[in-house]
């Protein structure tokens, strides 16, 4: 497997997780559920603005901001509940790997990245489908906001 | 040694009061320092594979579903050699009183328990409420893990046959006694094929086994995620579902997960003496070569060709 296809954040999350035993692997994920940053009060108290990713076998919301910035920086929101730390744990990696790049950046990220962790055997498919469903979301999202601003 | 069982008022209306412990016995137990001496071994067996790492019931140790407790190779659980491993290194002895727990209603914890009685188990309790209802009173969890004593487990083969449906015995069932479909009604009439909001896990064809009754899982629960009492069972299943005394019962869902919680309810709580999960469900039916299924609400008849 090669991570030189994916964005330097990413790889090295993507690395980080490769080099670790597989039991190892699921506590770097419960670290990532507990780094998932908190909305900010602007998103906190319109949940209208987030949709739901329902591929996720919890509640996962999420909402992406582009355009917004002079960089073309795109950003992600994620909202999940402290009782699904899995899905935390894939909000928590897509956060930390994407936030803050551009959109195309974004859309070269391959959609089975998910599988680069590492953790299909430690995870049941279907989890791992969630996280990749995210990751789909992101990508279409992102995608619909640059041909509306082309 | 096993260990008291719990007398209360709800309990004693069910056949088998002794297969549950309420969250106050519990916290007692764990209070009384009986878990940490290991007379009573406390599992927590979780949809969330990680839940367990972010806080659980002191001393409580972890069953994974998936990686515990299913064949690494063959769509099955593991033999006797595996589970005695497993079970010892829990600290779980032949004779130890289990209670497990877990989230989602316990799906899991009733299902990890469905595997103990595979291989004849003796005592193995559910909490009821599971972890939710722990959670929602405010009572202790911990990160710390316990480091069991080694238990001593001897290496026991699996007994499926009184409480495990395989995909023949289901046709053989056919026509001959009772089927409950435990998923949801979108599930048991064909319009998906797959749980709401579990979209990707489907089978080619949707619909339901012809002449399951269709009584969610979830029905058995109350909005705290206890079972309901037996009065209001008895409603749902001996009304509603029309099952009667003596019933030979097979109940199904997707994976067997959600059909485990039915079992325990039909088996424990209601004392059905013949009640066998089918942990094929739907996932093998809905995909399966020459079975038959019924679309739509009604609950349909076995066609000539299979009931023959």
């Given at each position: ?36 940053p908190e909305l900010p009060d602007r998103l906190k108290d319109h949940p209208e603005l987030l949709e739901q990713v329902v591929e996720c076998q919890s509640p996962l919301f999420l909402t992406v901001e582009t355009g917004t910035n002079d960089d073309g920086a795109v950003r992600l929101f994620f909202k999940a ?57 992101i990508k279409r999202k992102v995608a619909a906001a640059s041909q509306a601003q082309a | 040694m096993p260990y008291p069982v719990e007398q209360n008022e709800k309990f004693a209306a069910y056949a088998h009061p002794e297969r549950l412990v309420s969250t106050e016995w519990l916290a007692a137990a764990v209070e ?277």
């Open positions: 497997m090669t991570t030189q296809a994916l964005p330097s954040a990413l790889a090295a999350i993507v690395d980080d997780f490769q080099a670790l035993s597989e039991p190892e692997r699921l506590q770097l994920l419960l670290e990532f559920s507990e780094g998932l509940p402290p009782e699904a730390p899995t899905t935390r744990g894939f909000a928590g990696v897509l956060h930390e790997g994407l936030d803050g790049l551009t959109a195309d950046e974004i859309l070269s990220v391959p959609d089975d990245m998910p599988e680069l962790l590492g953790l299909t055997r430690a995870i049941t498919p279907l989890r791992m489908r969630g996280m990749t469903a995210m990751l789909g979301r | 009384s320092g009986a878990v940490a001496a290991g007379d009573l071994v406390v599992v927590e067996s979780d949809e969330d594979v990680l839940l367990y790492e972010t806080g659980h019931i002191p001393g409580a140790v972890k069953i994974d579903w998936h990686t515990d407790l299913n064949d690494e190779v063959s769509r099955d659980y593991v033999n006797g050699e595996a589970f005695a491993e497993l079970a010892a290194s829990k600290g779980i002895s032949r004779d130890s009183t289990v209670v497990i727990y877990g989230d989602k209603s316990n799906w899991w914890a009733a299902y990890a328990l469905w595997v103990f009685e595979l291989f004849g188990h003796r005592d193995v309790r559910l909490l009821d409420g599971g972890r939710d209802k722990w959670v929602a009173e405010g009572r202790e969890l911990t990160k710390d893990r316990p480091a069991p004593a080694s238990g001593n487990y001897p290496v026991v083969e699996r007994d499926d046959a009184p409480i495990r449906a395989f995909k023949d015995d289901v046709l053989a069932h056919l026509g001959t006694g009772p089927l409950i479909d435990v998923r949801s009604p979108e599930e048991y009439t064909g319009q998906r094929t797959h749980m709401p909001a579990y979209p990707e896990e489907g089978a080619l064809r949707g619909g339901h086994i012809p002449t399951a009754a269709s009584i969610p899982w979830a029905r058995a629960a109350a909005a705290d995620g206890t079972f309901r009492n037996r009065e209001e069972l008895e409603a749902i299943y001996l009304g509603e579902a029309g099952l009667t005394e003596g019933d030979d019962v097979v109940a199904y869902c997707r994976i067997g997960e959600r059909s485990s919680h039915t079992w325990f309810a039909l088996k424990y709580l209601l004392g059905f003496d013949s009640v066998r999960n089918y942990d094929g469900s739907w996932t093998e039916w809905g995909n399966a070569v020459r079975v038959p299924i019924v679309k739509g609400a009604e609950r349909g008849s076995v066609p000539v060709a299979v009931g023959a």
